[in-house]
């Protein structure tokens, strides 16, 4: 359905599954997915709603979790309610002030952009006191820590602010944004590895009758997320952890491994589990051409990698996971090991077998890695600039491959105001 660009569809069995496909426990999720389709389908205020909802769950889903961190130290991630990606957590407020600004209500939409400035400020600090009560209620030695955050400046939001200070007549403090879409790209270069928009006339007065217009691309795909399998041997007093890693195509690679070390533990005891892991699924789309009543316009330029703030913003809670799965696994295979072995000694051993089994299904079941994620944030945002005179204008947005085939063409008839903000957003999910 997103391949056709059929949103109305996808929007529908979203709706449908409601009850089926997510879980209350996905609340969350279910708001995200929904409000995600209704911005491309342009129902914009529902958008919002959704959105509004997703994040508000999101947000309770965390705090429950941080306050509840001990106590779900021998829950898989599974059975909790959904709290968010991290870059879902500051994307949704990006989305609702597009939203906004498609309804040209300006106040709100700035508030969302501060409210994701505020979120990229902690994104690493908000899991400390989860770290903390992580590392009092397990047994491993080894101290639970926290990834470091390199996503601290979104370059997308500080481009709409930008739009926004410029529409109100707000230069000096458009010029701080544009001082700080610079920022942002100078200090996370894995994020930003790639050429930018030129914004040098971004502050420049339109002249000869004609006002300034804004182009925002939308292309591919939000990554998804694959179980990488491990298996945990116990030695004397430590761990051995080795790990595969599942195949885009299927199959199996060997992923590494490491030793840790857990007091009093004996040896001979052997475990599985999973960890979820990023993986991009990018775009087909090489460039973004522009034409504007049948004349060659500018070519969009990538301003934000979603997905690259995605992988690096997964890195923060990842340490976290892999400890906690790990203490996890062990406590509950042992538990089960320790039953079947005083079921046998009691009862024989095919009573502690069938103990054995009950008890290890247990573990089996709920060690599955958790997989949830939004399916419709895309995966690149690109942008251009150009001028027109005030009306009405053919707008066609190409989509074409690296190999220079055009793979989508998105033609719309737009009115140019002399007022307002005359941001033209267009996507292509694949």
């Not at 342009?42 to 965390?62: P, R, T």
């Not at 101290?143 to 601290?152: I, S």
């Not at 000869?208 to 179980?227: M, N």
């Not at 070519?299 to 934000?304: C, G, Q, S, V």
Request: hydrophobic share 40%; net charge negative; proline share 3%.
């Amino acid at each position: 359905m997103l391949a056709r660009g059929d949103f109305s569809a996808a929007q529908t069995q979203i709706e449908n599954s409601r009850f089926t496909h997510y879980q209350s426990k996905d609340r969350a999720l279910y708001h995200l997915d929904l409000g995600m389709l209704q911005h491309y389908l342009g129902d914009y205020k529902a958008s919002n709603d959704s959105l509004e909802k997703a994040e508000q769950a999101m947000d309770a889903a965390f705090t429950k979790s941080v306050t509840r961190a001990a106590a779900s130290m021998m829950l898989n991630d599974n059975v909790l309610e959904y709290a968010g990606e991290d870059y879902e957590t500051v994307y949704v407020n990006v989305f609702k002030a597009l939203n906004y600004l498609a309804l040209n209500q300006f106040d709100p939409a700035f508030v969302e952009i501060r409210r994701m400035d505020e979120k990229l400020k902690v994104l690493e600090s908000r899991y400390w006191k989860v770290a903390q009560e992580y590392e009092e209620a397990g047994a491993l030695e080894e101290p639970f820590t926290v990834g470091k955050n390199r996503f601290r400046n979104s370059a997308m939001g500080r481009w709409l602010s930008l739009l926004i200070y410029r529409a109100e007549g707000r230069p000096d403090e458009a010029e701080i944004d544009l001082k700080k879409i610079a920022q942002a790209r100078a200090l996370a270069p894995e994020i930003y590895n790639f050429s930018g928009p030129d914004l040098s006339d971004a502050l420049k007065v339109p002249s000869g009758g004609t006002v300034k217009v804004s182009l925002l691309g939308l292309i591919g795909q939000s990554p998804e997320k694959r179980a990488d399998t491990l298996w945990i041997h116990t030695q004397q007093n430590q761990i051995f952890i080795a790990g595969s890693r599942e195949r885009r195509y299927g199959g199996q690679s060997f992923g590494g491994a490491n030793t840790l070390f857990w007091p009093g533990i004996e040896p001979g005891y052997t475990f599985k589990f999973q960890l979820p892991t990023l993986v991009k699924r990018g775009s087909h789309v090489g460039s973004i051409r522009v034409k504007i009543d049948g004349k060659q316009g500018p070519t969009l330029m990538p301003i934000e990698s979603l997905e690259n703030a995605a992988e690096a913003t997964f890195e923060i809670r990842k340490p976290l996971t892999y400890l906690k799965t790990i203490t996890r696994t062990v406590t509950k295979g042992i538990a089960a090991a320790q039953s079947q072995r005083a079921a046998e000694e009691q009862w024989g051993e095919l009573y502690g077998l069938f103990t054995g089994l009950l008890a290890g299904a247990g573990v089996g079941v709920t060690e599955h890695a958790d997989l949830r994620i939004s399916r419709f944030f895309p995966a690149r945002a690109c942008v251009a600039e150009t001028e027109l005179t005030p009306g009405m204008h053919r707008i066609e947005f190409e989509y074409v491959s690296s190999g220079g085939m055009l793979l989508h063409s998105d033609v719309r008839t737009v009115n140019i105001d002399t007022s307002g903000l005359n941001l033209i957003e267009s996507f292509y999910l694949n």
